[in-house]
């Protein structure tokens, strides 16, 4: 056999390279990955993985197939390094609602990030940091989403899994209201008055929160076409004040698009 030949059958059975990095996050959704026990053990059957520091010391250098990202971008040396791991990956994946919405540390983009780090560091010039907190898709050229805080352990392994077969992945566009109908849970906000996101909000967690009597807080972030004004609007209908309404749309999601809108709108009337 010829040199070429060997070298053509040994990319042939080369394993697809997975990586997993980390920026501003609580590492929640990269747990979810570990959580998933004898699902992941099948797929790291069927990939190398490259590089990931939550799960083992082993860290090859790219390039990489399926690179998945957590973590919003909040530093200038973040900014700097998404750009070189897009560099490296064929397909990027943004997981969690940190990578995919800024995440909950995004409530800094409402307010003086200089003043809260005079207020919480001993030694404020040690400090550096950007303005905001921003998803990863503000930086760089995304491939695909995954939304959650955290993640669906489930979705994410159909999601690889699909990569490595080539086919779409299968994440639901629908909102929570559905699942909540699938599970038999009572509307919280129909039969209680309680202020729920679950109508905007996009599927993927099974409805946990309304089926313990609390309304949706967005996690999965806006779904596909919201209408959250109106939503807010009956909410005020409900008793909810302005400042009422721009918390909850300010959560663990509220710099993504749709939910900043409309707490925009609604603080611009509280004052």
Known sequence: MSERRANENAEERRKPRLAVFKFASCDG??????????????????????????????????????????????????AERIQEVRRQSRFLVTIGACATAGGIQALRNWRDVDEFVRLVYATPAYIDTLETSTPISDHVTVDFELRGCPINKAQLLDLITALLIGRQPRVPTHSVCL????????????????????????????????????????CYGPMEAPNAEVLGRRFQDLGASSGEIVRLFRGFTGYAEAFRVTSDQFEEVRR
């Open 29 to 78: 959704c990269q747990l979810s990955l570990l959580d998933a026990e004898d699902e992941l053990l099948a797929v790291a059957g069927q990939v190398e993985i490259a590089y990931f520091v939550e799960a083992r010391r082993q860290m090859l250098e790219g390039p990489y197939d399926v690179t998945l990202v957590e973590g919003s971008i909040t530093t200038p040396e973040e």
């Open 179 to 218: 699942e909540c109908k699938r599970r038999g849970t009572v509307c919280v906000m129909v039969a209680q008055g309680i202020p729920c996101l679950g109508p905007v909000t996009q599927a993927g967690c099974g409805a946990i929160c309304p089926a313990y009597n609390r309304g949706c807080y967005g």
